[in-house]
C-alpha cells in the first residue's frame, strides 16, 4: 500500500495567517501517461463527513474558496490556506487514488486557531 | 442536490454480521464508482472499500483489514450500494460512510461488542 504521512500533526494559526500542511506519499502518484497527480485534499469538521477541497493535486473543487490551493508532485504536497478564517479549523487529510485497488489517507492535521 | 444516505448499523456482537445500504439520489449512480469509507471514534479515515459500474464490470477491491469478511455490492436499479459485513470484529467499530468521487454521506455508526 502507498503510505500517506502528513505534517504536522497539529497546527495553530492566528487569524488572517497562512497555514501550510504537508503530505508526503512513500511512492509517486503522478500518473506519466497524463501527468495527473493522483492526490486530493479533504476538510473535515467535527461531526460532518469530509468534503473534497482538492483534486488532482491542485485543482480546486466546486464553490470551495480561494484561499484554499494544493501544490506539489510526485511524492511531496501542500495544501496553503492563504489566510486562516474562523471557519476553517478543522481536521484535513491526504488522499491518493493513485492505486485504485488501495486508497489509502494520511492520519489527519488538526488546525486550531493561534 | 447529490444526496448519499446511509442505513443499516448499529450494535452487533462480535462474530456477528450487518448489512449497511446507502441510497443515492441526484446524480447519475450507474456510472459512478461507489467507495465505503470508516471513521473510529476520534481517529482518521480507513477506507474500506469500494465497487465499480457495470461498465467496467462491478469491480471491487477492498482493504486488507476487511478482505475476505466484506463484500460491497450494488442494485443499479435501486441507486443502492450495500456493505455486507461478516465476522465482525471489535476493531470494525466505527461509522462508516458511503461516497462516490466527490460527495460524503453522514455515515452510520457500527458498533461491535458484546
Known amino acids: 500500500d502507498i503510505v500517506m504521512t502528513q505534517s504536522p500533526d497539529s497546527l495553530a494559526v492566528s487569524l488572517g495567517e497562512r497555514a501550510t500542511i504537508n503530505c508526503k506519499s512513500s511512492?509517486?502518484?503522478?500518473?506519466?501517461?497524463?501527468?495527473?497527480?493522483?492526490l486530493a485534499w479533504y476538510q473535515q469538521k467535527p461531526g460532518q463527513p469530509p468534503k473534497l477541497l482538492i483534486y488532482w493535486a491542485s485543482t480546486r473543487e466546486s464553490g470551495v474558496p480561494d484561499r484554499f490551493s494544493g501544490s506539489g508532485s510526485g511524492t511531496d504536497f501542500t495544501l496553503t490556506i492563504s489566510s486562516l478564517q474562523a471557519e476553517d479549523v478543522a481536521v484535513y487529510y491526504c488522499?491518493?487514488?493513485?492505486?485504485?485497488?488501495?486508497?489509502?489517507f494520511g492520519q489527519g492535521t488538526r488546525l486550531e486557531i493561534k | 442536490e447529490v444526496q448519499l444516505v446511509e442505513s443499516g448499523g448499529g450494535l452487533v456482537q462480535p462474530g456477528g454480521s450487518l448489512k449497511l445500504s446507502c441510497a443515492a439520489s441526484g446524480f447519475t449512480f450507474s456510472g459512478s464508482a461507489m467507495h465505503w469509507v470508516r471513521q473510529a471514534s476520534g481517529k482518521g479515515l480507513e477506507w474500506v472499500g469500494r465497487i465499480r459500474s457495470k461498465a467496467n464490470s462491478y469491480a471491487t477491491a477492498y482493504a486488507a483489514s476487511v478482505k475476505g469478511r466484506f463484500t460491497i455490492s450494488r442494485d443499479d436499479s435501486k441507486n443502492t450500494a450495500y456493505l455486507q459485513m461478516n465476522s465482525l470484529k471489535t476493531e470494525d467499530t466505527a461509522v462508516y460512510y458511503c461516497r462516490d468521487g466527490i460527495h460524503w454521506g453522514q455515515g452510520t455508526l457500527v458498533t461491535v461488542s458484546s
Open positions: 488522499q491518493q487514488y493513485y492505486s485504485t485497488l488501495s486508497i489509502t
Open positions: 511512492q509517486s502518484v503522478l500518473y506519466s501517461s497524463n501527468n495527473k497527480n493522483y
